[in-house]
């Protein structure tokens, strides 16, 4: 069946401009996270969605970031007047339900770059 | 202190050794634990969960010690293919996974 999607694959935006970082999850899955991995580092946890529940957004680095998820499935990740330091690959995951308790199935990531 | 460590590598074997990582988690009251791999620029994808009793997936044994608070990954018979980096991985309780930041496996011929 269809995994977790991401689109673009790739961007390239200049400091200041605004992007929209899109993930449709796998159909059926209830629970939707996003991570950045920068090169080299771990896996940094930004936002949490579980059903209808308030997501949680305890790992969004600054108030330029947010996200949402429309429908319980398709999630879209902003990041508004983009930094440099904002450049690393976005990872978008998907797991039946939350909690922390099942497998997570990983998109294959958008590389941001800003310039 | 980091709430999940792991030692980053990179651990040098050469094919058919045996290789174990280690990883620490800060949380006691961590309850799920999971081992996951990621090949380079790549994602990452699961490689096996880690029971209380530990478990074993062919060549892989997984060890949990709460105690101490340390998870265990052991290969055996390393295989060129098994190149890659190492996630711990800890459900803290608070509704989400922590990764540690991987310990990167190189296996040479």
């Known amino acids: 069946g269809a995994g977790v999607s991401q689109s673009p694959s790739n961007k390239v935006t200049e400091k200041g401009k605004d992007v929209e970082l899109r993930c449709d999850p796998i159909?059926?899955?209830?629970?939707l996270y996003w991570y950045r991995q920068s090169l080299g580092q771990g896996l940094e946890f930004l936002i949490y969605f579980q059903g209808n529940s308030a997501p949680d957004k305890s790992g969004l680095p600054s108030d330029r970031f947010s996200a949402e998820r429309t429908g319980g499935s398709v999630s879209t990740l902003t990041i508004q007047r983009t930094q440099q330091e904002d450049s690393a690959v976005y990872l978008c995951?998907?797991?039946?339900?939350?909690?922390?308790?099942?497998?997570?199935?990983f998109g294959p990531g958008t590389r941001l770059t800003v310039t | 202190r980091k709430e999940v460590e792991q030692d980053p590598g990179p651990f040098n074997v050469p094919e058919g050794a045996t290789v174990a990582f280690n990883c620490t988690y800060s949380n006691s009251a961590s309850q799920s634990f999971f081992w996951y791999r990621q090949d380079c620029r790549k994602e990452p994808k699961l490689l096996m969960s880690v029971y209380s009793s530990g478990n074993e997936d062919g060549r892989f044994t997984a060890q949990l010690n709460r105690a101490s608070q340390y998870i265990s990954l052991l290969i055996r018979d390393s295989k060129l293919s098994d190149s890659a980096t190492y996630l711990c991985v800890v459900n803290t309780g608070f509704q989400k996974l922590v990764f540690g930041t991987g310990t990167r496996l190189l296996v040479s011929p």
């Open positions: 159909s059926g899955h209830t629970a």
């Open positions: 995951a998907s797991s039946l339900e939350g909690g922390g308790t099942y497998e997570q199935y």
